[in-house]
């Protein structure tokens, strides 16, 4: 239950301090570290001569040079570029339709991989020698770069071409938490029997759907892997590049995985502030300490839920740091506090938030008036089956304190 805001303050004090005196107390790596993209020795050999398309966005950088203009420079042909969710600038609002195109700077056709046509087609496949795919992740199931690697490593199986994954860290890399998806819940924001917070690298990710045989008929993606120099899991990656325009501080990418379960409520999570997935608030809720007005904003939020109506909540940016980080896991209290406390609460939960979930489990405990411990000893079982299963696709080692 929400308490009022002088109260509840205390209460995040008192669970934080709790939490952070029960856990392992070691700091996080802070050493330098080398990306994929960052190691040209490692894969020029590989594209040179060859006809190469690039999944590829905003974050496929080498230092400030976008790939894409650094492989030009190199004299590798890259014949199509495919652009995944929020386009291949990362310029588009969450959801927003991203359409066929052409690069003005180095005039690549640009296919769209987000909307109507989410696979590369046969043709295109075809047209090339090899894929490569340098895009930076965070590490979420319902996080959408890994459900267009699906269906790339896919259409390279299928026509019998080989994948280069130039890896990047995970930022959420840190630990593995939340309930796994259940196959009938499975759509484009959850593809796989994996918790919310899966702990890989888009290249361990990418050995996972192979060694599970998770593409169609079980085909398997020929994968040449660049990895990642000086990184473990216990490496505390800040990213040089925003990975979307709603995920714009390190405080946001560490709240997204508590805080995109509110997308499947009236709860607002800040989109059309300029501090999205840091803020809660509804309208009329009484007892937060923080209110805000979600407004558009272009190439951002450009119709945000609530749009024009104040909210009222918290502002949880601190909280991300100071508790998110070193907890490792995800929060249910805000969101079975923020159903608790809703006037009506049959129209709580829209169905987008069981796809979000990956079942009807979390949100029936909640309706069912289970407690937030309750709730997370349910998905413990299925949660070290899968830790057990992530182990074999390692590229960086375990990280410390993992039960």
């Known amino acids: 239950m929400i308490k009022t805001s002088t109260n509840n303050l205390l209460n995040y004090i008192i669970i934080a301090f709790l939490c952070l005196i029960s856990i392992d107390s070691r700091a996080f790596k802070t050493q330098k570290v080398v990306c994929g993209a960052d190691q040209p020795e490692e894969y020029l050999s590989i594209l040179k001569g060859k006809k190469v398309g690039l999944v590829v966005n905003q974050t496929s950088r080498i230092g400030k040079v976008h790939l894409v203009d650094y492989l030009k420079k190199k004299g590798i042909d890259v014949k199509l570029i495919f652009a995944p969710e929020h386009g291949f600038r990362g310029d588009n609002e969450a959801g927003a339709e991203i359409k066929n195109g052409v690069d003005q700077k180095t005039k690549i056709p640009i296919k769209s991989l987000y909307g109507d046509t989410k696979k590369p087609s046969k043709e295109d496949v075809q047209s090339l020698d090899i894929l490569l795919f340098d895009i930076q992740d965070v590490g979420c199931r319902f996080y959408t770069y890994i459900s267009t690697l699906h269906y790339v490593m896919e259409a390279c199986a299928e026509n019998k071409k080989p994948l280069l994954i130039l890896d990047r860290p995970n930022p959420n890399g840190f630990y593995v938490d939340g309930p796994i998806l259940k196959r009938e819940f499975s759509s484009f924001v959850g593809m796989h029997p994996v918790p919310i917070v899966h702990g890989l690298t888009i290249a361990e990710y ?191 080692g375990e990280f410390s304190g993992l039960e």
């Open 206 to 396: 990418a050995q996972m759907i192979n060694g599970e045989h998770w593409l169609k008929d079980s085909v398997v993606c020929e994968l040449k892997i660049v990895k990642v120099k000086g990184y473990s899991h216990d490496f505390k990656y800040i990213l040089p590049v925003p990975p979307s325009p709603n995920l714009n501080t390190m405080e946001a990418v560490y709240l997204y995985p508590t805080l995109c379960l509110f997308e499947g409520t009236p709860v607002s999570i800040g989109r059309g502030t300029e501090n999205p997935f840091t803020l809660i608030g509804m309208p009329g809720f009484k007892k937060g300490n923080y209110c805000f007005t979600p407004k558009p904003i272009k190439g951002k939020s450009e119709n945000p839920p609530q749009n024009g109506k104040e909210c009222c909540g918290y502002d949880l940016k601190h909280f991300a740091n100071d508790f998110i980080v070193n907890s490792r896991q995800i929060y249910l209290f805000w969101l079975t506090g923020f159903y608790n406390e809703s006037d009506d609460k049959s129209k709580f939960f829209t169905s987008f938030f069981d796809k979000l979930a990956g079942s009807d489990q979390l949100r029936l405990k909640i309706i069912e008036g289970k407690s937030d411990k309750q709730i997370r000893d349910s998905w413990q079982t299925d949660l070290k089956e899968f830790k057990i299963k992530r182990i074999k696709y390692l590229l960086y």
